[in-house]
């Protein structure tokens, strides 16, 4: 017997969708999937380019002077006689007359949020102290300098024609000091300490971010109450080098060259190099074995002057036989 199919053949046996429809299932929408990705994206570089900005703000700010900025308020400075109020009297009145003696040596001490400090003159009376970005950010180096050996920057004060560097006091004064002081007997142990303390001090900061000292001398030497050698007065190359010195012909100004290499002389480079602070560091351990100054300029027995010397230095008429200590 035929058989009349609706469709005109018989049915499957499943259903296309299944009996219960799981076959047949809606595609799932993927709009809500791409609007969350694109979302999540775009919170992520907003998250990326805020945390950027900020981290540019905070460095400019740093800069600026947020960690190495000091106020006069925060100043206990203390004069020869009393003890001044610091957030009474101008660092430029208090420094004037102890400056014309000292020069640029350390003039005066205080205390900074209760830390006795030593500070450090350098006097602009042609202009007035405009502190350009670089410097700022070497200010900023500095402040994060943390070593053993090397004297801790604070900070800086800055006044219309001066500015003040600000440094950890040292009780035993600086090294020139004690080799110059005929009491004081090094015997050969103290001598070495010393040595390897200006040898780990020179080692780190050529191997920071600033590179070289470029001021070393043993005056720039400091001893702690501990009896241990600290440098000082390393960086700031272009501030200190546009500061009022000494006249030109006068016997300091000649003899704070006696440490600076012949090549440094010729060519006047401010920020000096690495090999100059090798050249400087020959000349502080002459100084510690001899005791007679560099080139021996505090002895009885010496031929030469500082100007002299120096121009001997410049010189050298002779690479093979060039003028060196004796």
């Known amino acids: 017997k035929v058989i009349h199919w609706v469709g005109g053949k018989p049915p499957v046996d ?140 604070i900070g800086a004060y800055i006044e219309p024609n001066c500015v003040y560097i600000v440094t950890e006091y040292c009780a035993k004064g600086s090294l020139q000091d004690i080799l110059e002081n005929a009491n004081l007997k090094l015997d050969s142990m103290f001598i070495a300490s010393l040595v390897f303390d200006l040898i780990s001090a020179m080692t780190y900061l050529h191997e920071s971010d600033l590179k070289v000292h470029g001021n070393l001398k043993s005056s720039n030497c400091v001893v702690t109450s501990r009896w241990v050698l600290q440098v000082t007065d390393f960086g700031l190359h272009q501030l200190r080098c546009s500061a009022d010195f000494e006249s030109i012909n006068s016997q300091s100004y000649y003899r704070r ?3 600076t290499a012949p090549e440094l002389l010729k060519c006047s480079l401010y920020k000096g190099t690495q090999k100059g602070d090798v050249y400087a560091f020959a000349i502080i351990i002459h100084e510690i074995f001899v005791r007679e100054g560099p080139f021996c300029v505090n002895s009885e027995f010496c031929k030469f002057s500082e100007k002299d010397i120096v121009q001997y230095v410049k010189e050298c008429k002779d690479p093979d036989d060039p003028f060196r200590p004796e």
């Open 14 to 153: 499943e259903p296309p969708c299944g009996f219960d429809g799981s076959a047949c299932r809606e595609a799932p929408d993927k709009w809500r999937e791409i609007i969350a990705g694109v979302l999540a994206g775009l919170f992520v570089t907003t998250s990326i380019v805020a945390l950027v900005t900020y981290r540019n703000w905070k460095y400019e700010k740093e800069i600026a002077g947020l960690l190495w900025q000091i106020y006069l308020k925060d100043l206990q400075v203390y004069s020869r006689n009393t003890q001044i109020s610091g957030s009474k009297m101008s660092l430029l009145s208090q420094c004037s007359q102890e400056s014309r003696f000292f020069g640029q040596m350390y003039t005066q001490t205080a205390t900074y949020k209760g830390t006795l400090v030593a500070l450090k003159e350098l006097k602009y009376t042609k202009r007035s102290v405009d502190l350009p970005r670089e410097t700022k950010k070497e200010m900023k180096l500095m402040k994060e300098i943390h070593h053993a050996n090397i004297n801790p920057f």
């Open 257 to 259: 060259l006696l440490w």
